[in-house]
Structures are given as structure tokens and as C-alpha cells.
């Protein structure tokens, strides 16, 4: 009975620390999205309003009235040719950027990642071990390193600061290949000798056996690549330099860098970066955890 | 199935030209790069490389300046307490919070889960710009809430000043870092063989006694990979020290990562930034391996 007592007492004590981490944890969200709303008086009070008294879009009209440029450009690669769309406020642009930053390198992952993962776990052919360990080994480096070198040679690709530079090295990153891998690992070798026997051809047995069997993989994946695509920041910093060619987060730091205390202002930023990628991972979300834990089973 | 049937050795021909042609258009984005860069890296490493004229060859020059430099060395040192304090406060911490909430009814258990991984979802740059407002010497609630409730005398400029910066770095760092972490222990914890654990509590194991016992064996793969993956993020940490500090008060925040940059992309030290960057790849390759070992021998 007393032990009975005593994890009682612990449940309900861990519980409760718990919570208060989390109200720590979402404290700063919340903070940059009341921030966002208040006036610059609230900002700068010597005692902070934990509720906004006053509701106000200042911030935001000031994040929108700032700098102007084309809603967008769409640098054809290997060329100087682009087509351009019409001025809009610069954060705009950011965000349109991000969003073809995110969407191009997610479909480009997806598909390159499923077709390599399925082959890599279904098809015996010489060289397949030593791929798979050159996969696991890049892996395990940090991204950043290749940062120098990869400067150099989106210069030359004449890619620098274009939005190309900042998306091929994310397609190129092994992860998306590693993890279709251990999902195709479980399409039966039997489906495969069927659809084979039936006159099915190699692609035409990737699309009808094996796609369908790692479609819960490349969902992970396709949610994954975007969320950490979008909130990749060292890239993009080094990648891309004109007002035009930045994403969302290179904006706000920009923001950051010209107003430093203008915290309204920045807070609106902040929340135009975050709140787009908030939704899509709370309705993708899911996916997205079983993207991480399939990742880690053979990690 | 060593057969010389011609048939079988077409069927093997025809494997070998599906299994390259599925991953071709992978290859060619994870050659191009990912291992084209990589093998660039060390070689310019032993290079004397800048925008302005041609490399000129300086053998192991780059390594050498390296480990006589100062603020390298001072940048390595502040690294090592990051990495120290976060990796095993984040697994402490992580596997702490999921044994609390894993068992949770639902959707209790999904809603602390997103929370804790919130974080990691709003992004680098937003995270890092609204710490710095409340780390703010003048606008910022830390200061505020410390002279409400009497610790603290007067504002203190927290990331301005040498004592607290690296410390209110490691703070935010770690917020950031717990999310994947929680997500993956929550998953391990659901599937620890539940039928060991009850034959244990019949023979009148503890709480406590099921946890050490049967549950952290099982556990133990996570737990590793997780060892790895902080290390890795930790020796990575970069926005957060470029936006915040700049390496500054007195390269007391000057982590690797963020020298790297400095001497890359500030001072245009290409060679002398690679070589920087090998010396990393080598530092958390040789921490991996010896994860890797610990784990194995427990």
C-alpha cells in the first residue's frame, strides 16, 4: 500500500514538472506571435505584457512596406534567362522562394530517394555494399564542412546565389536514400517474382509492387525534407546574398541584422517564417514522427 | 546459386543494369554534392586557397597554423563544454520527460510530444531572434523576472557579457535539441516487450528495478543513436552563435563552427577553413566510434 502511495505521489510531482516544461517549451512561440501583435510602447515597457493589451498589425505593415521586389524570378539553370512576376513586399518574396525552395528539393528528394532506396534494398549488384557504406559514412559528417567547397563550385555551376544552389546539395544529402532503404526492405521478394512472371517489366514492378509498399516511407520523407529544408539556415546564409534571392529565414535575419531593437518587427517576421511550417508538421505530423524513428531503428 | 547457366548470368546482368539505373539520378545528386565537396574539402585543405589568385601548394601549413592559433584553440575549448553539458543533459532530460508521458492516455501523450519537439519546428532563426529580445538587457523578460523575484540586483547584459554568454548559448541550444530525441524514446519505450517487464513485477521487481534492468537494454540502440546525433548537432551549432554573439564578448562563445565561417567566409581563408573542417570530420568521426564501442561492450 505505501509503495502503492509513493508512486502515486511520484506520477502526479513528474507530472507536474512536466507541464511546466512544456509551458516552457511553447513559451517562446508564443512570444514571438504576441510580440508580433503589440504595440512598439508594449515592446519597450519596462515591464513586459504577457498578454498584449493592445492588438495591432503596425508590425506588419512595416514588414511589408519595407522593401519591394518581383514576386518572383525563376532563374532558368545554366542560363541567364528568368521570367519575373510582379512587385510585391520583399518579405513576400522570401516566402515565395522558401516555398519553391522547400517543395522542389522535397519532390526531387522524394523521387530520387525512392527509386535508390528500393534498389539499393532489392537489387543485388556489385558495388552495393560499398555505396551503401559510403551512404552511412557521409552521413555521419557534419553537413557543414562541405560548405567551402560547395561555395566553389556553385560558382562555377554558375549557381551562386540562385535558389539551385541551396537545393541540389539537399537532394544530394543520403538520408532520403537510407531511410526509403528500411522501408523497402519489407516488400516481399515473392510480389516481386509475381509481378516479374506476369510480364512486368523493371519499372513497371517499381510502380506497381514497390511504390505502393513504401509510400509510408516517402510521406515521412516528403514531410522531413520540407521542414528541415525551410528551417535550414547555414546554407542559405552562404548560398545566397541579393535582397530578391533570400528565403524567409535570411530575411528575418536580416531584418534582425538592420533593426536590432525593433523587436515588433522582427517578432512579425519570425511569425511569418514560423507559422507556415508550424501547420504543415501539426498536420503532417504522423508522418513526420514515424519519418525519425524509422531513421533511427538501423541507425 | 553459383550457376554458369547462361540464363542465370543474364538475369544477374540484368540486376546489375536495373539496380545502377534506379540509382542513377540519386547518384549523380549525392556524387556531385555531397562526396565531389567532401573530397575538394581535404584537398584544399593543403592548399593556401583564397578569391584572389591561384591555390598555391602548402603541404600540412593549414594543420600546423591550426593547432598554434589561439582563438582555434579557444573555439575548440568552448566546443568541448558544449558538447559536454548538452549531450548527456539531453539524453538525461529527454528519457526523463518520455517515461513520463509515453504511457499517457491519448491525445495527452501527442500534444506534450509536439510540444517539446515545437522548437526544433519553428526554425533556427526565429527561435534564436525572439531568445535574444528576452535575453535582452533592457526589454527582456529574463531580466524583468529576476529583479521581480529578487535574484537578481540590477540588468544583466546576458549575452554581452563573457560569464553568461556561452551559458545562455548552451540554454537555447538545448531547448532545441530535445525534441528529436523525446520523439525517439517515446517510440522505445513502446516497444519494450511488455511480457518481460510483467514477469518481472510479478517477481516483485520495483519500479525502479524494471527500469535499469530490462528496460534500458532494450533502449540502449536509441540511446546510442541519439548520443550520436546530439554530438553531431552540438558540434554544429551555428545560428544560434552567429545571430546571437557573433563568437563575441572576447571569443568567449568562438565555437568551431562559427570559425570555420569567420575564416571562410569573413577573411576568405578557403584552405585554411577546409583544414578546419577536416579537423572536425576527424574529432566526430573518432567520438562516434567510441559511442559506438561503449555501447557495445555495456
Avoid at chain 1, 566553389?152 to 532503404?181: C, D, H, Q
Amino acid at each position: 500500500m505505501k509503495t502503492l502511495n509513493r508512486s502515486l505521489c511520484y506520477k502526479i510531482f513528474s507530472t507536474a514538472i512536466v507541464v511546466l516544461l512544456a509551458l516552457a517549451f511553447a513559451f517562446p512561440l508564443y512570444w514571438i506571435i504576441t510580440g508580433s501583435f503589440k504595440t512598439g510602447r508594449a515592446i519597450n515597457a519596462a515591464a513586459p505584457q504577457w498578454w498584449p493589451q493592445e492588438w495591432v498589425l503596425d508590425n506588419y505593415r512595416t514588414l511589408f512596406s519595407r522593401q519591394k521586389a518581383p514576386l518572383w524570378e525563376l532563374h532558368i539553370p545554366f542560363t541567364n534567362l528568368a521570367v519575373t512576376g510582379p512587385s510585391l513586399p520583399a518579405a513576400l518574396r522570401w516566402l515565395t522562394n522558401t516555398v519553391f525552395m522547400a517543395v522542389t528539393s522535397m519532390l526531387l528528394t522524394c523521387v530520387t530517394a525512392a527509386m535508390a532506396g528500393y534498389a539499393l534494398a532489392k537489387k543485388r549488384f556489385a558495388g552495393r555494399t560499398l555505396l551503401f557504406s559510403l551512404i552511412v559514412c557521409a552521413m555521419a559528417l557534419p553537413k557543414q564542412v562541405i560548405l567551402i567547397p560547395l561555395l566553389r563550385e556553385m560558382s562555377a555551376l554558375n549557381l551562386y546565389n540562385t535558389i539551385w544552389a541551396v537545393i541540389l546539395p539537399i537532394v544530394g544529402w543520403p538520408f532520403g536514400v537510407f531511410l526509403i532503404k528500411q522501408f523497402a526492405e519489407g516488400i516481399p521478394g515473392e510480389m516481386m517474382e509475381a509481378a516479374r512472371i506476369d510480364g512486368a517489366g523493371e519499372w513497371k514492378t517499381f510502380l506497381s509492387v514497390a511504390l505502393p509498399m513504401i509510400k509510408p516511407g516517402i510521406g515521412a520523407l516528403a514531410i522531413f525534407t520540407f521542414i528541415s529544408s525551410w528551417n535550414d539556415y547555414f546554407m542559405q546564409l552562404i548560398m545566397l546574398t541579393s535582397t530578391g534571392n533570400l528565403t524567409i529565414s535570411l530575411g528575418i535575419a536580416k531584418l534582425q541584422s538592420e533593426n536590432s531593437t525593433d523587436f515588433g518587427l522582427i517578432m512579425a517576421g519570425a511569425s511569418l517564417a514560423a507559422i507556415p511550417i508550424i501547420t504543415v508538421f501539426l498536420i503532417f505530423q504522423k508522418y513526420f514522427t514515424k519519418g525519425i524513428t524509422m531513421g533511427a531503428v538501423k541507425g | 546459386m553459383k550457376s554458369n547457366h547462361p540464363m542465370s548470368r543474364a538475369l544477374a546482368r540484368r540486376e546489375t543494369i536495373a539496380g545502377y539505373a534506379f540509382l542513377l539520378p540519386s547518384l549523380i545528386f549525392f556524387l556531385g554534392f555531397v562526396i565531389y565537396p567532401m573530397a575538394l574539402c581535404i584537398v584544399t585543405s593543403f592548399f593556401d586557397s583564397t578569391m584572389k589568385r591561384a591555390d598555391i601548394f602548402v603541404g600540412l601549413g593549414n594543420y600546423r597554423e591550426l593547432f598554434q592559433d589561439r582563438n582555434f584553440l579557444y573555439a575548440l575549448k568552448n566546443t568541448a563544454v558544449i558538447v559536454a553539458v548538452s549531450v548527456p543533459f539531453v539524453c538525461i532530460f529527454s528519457l526523463w520527460v518520455s517515461s513520463v508521458i509515453y504511457n499517457m492516455r491519448e491525445p495527452f501523450c501527442s500534444i506534450f510530444r509536439c510540444i517539446f519537439y515545437l522548437p526544433v519546428v519553428t526554425g533556427s532563426v526565429a527561435v534564436t531572434v525572439v531568445w535574444k529580445w528576452m535575453f535582452n538587457n533592457y526589454y527582456g523578460i529574463f531580466n524583468y523576472a529576476g529583479k521581480r523575484l529578487g535574484l537578481l540586483e540590477k540588468n544583466i547584459n546576458w549575452l554581452g557579457d563573457e560569464r553568461f554568454a556561452l551559458g545562455c548559448i548552451i540554454l537555447i541550444l538545448l531547448t532545441t535539441s530535445v525534441g528529436q530525441p523525446i520523439v525517439l524514446y517515446i517510440s522505445a519505450l513502446n516497444n519494450v516487450d511488455q511480457s518481460l517487464v510483467e514477469a518481472a513485477e510479478v517477481d516483485g521487481a520495483t519500479k525502479f528495478q524494471c527500469f535499469w534492468k530490462i528496460k534500458w537494454s532494450q533502449i540502449m540502440p536509441t540511446t546510442l543513436y541519439i548520443l550520436v546525433i546530439t554530438t553531431i548537432n552540438s558540434f554544429q551549432c551555428f545560428a544560434l552563435i552567429q545571430l546571437l554573439t557573433s563568437g563575441g564578448p572576447n571569443h568567449s562563445t568562438d565555437t568551431i563552427m562559427y570559425y570555420i565561417y569567420h575564416n571562410a567566409f569573413k577573411l576568405y581563408r578557403y584552405g585554411y577553413g577546409n583544414a578546419m573542417g577536416v579537423v572536425l570530420a576527424v574529432i566526430i568521426a573518432v567520438l562516434s566510434a567510441v559511442q559506438f564501442k561503449m555501447a557495445r561492450s555495456d
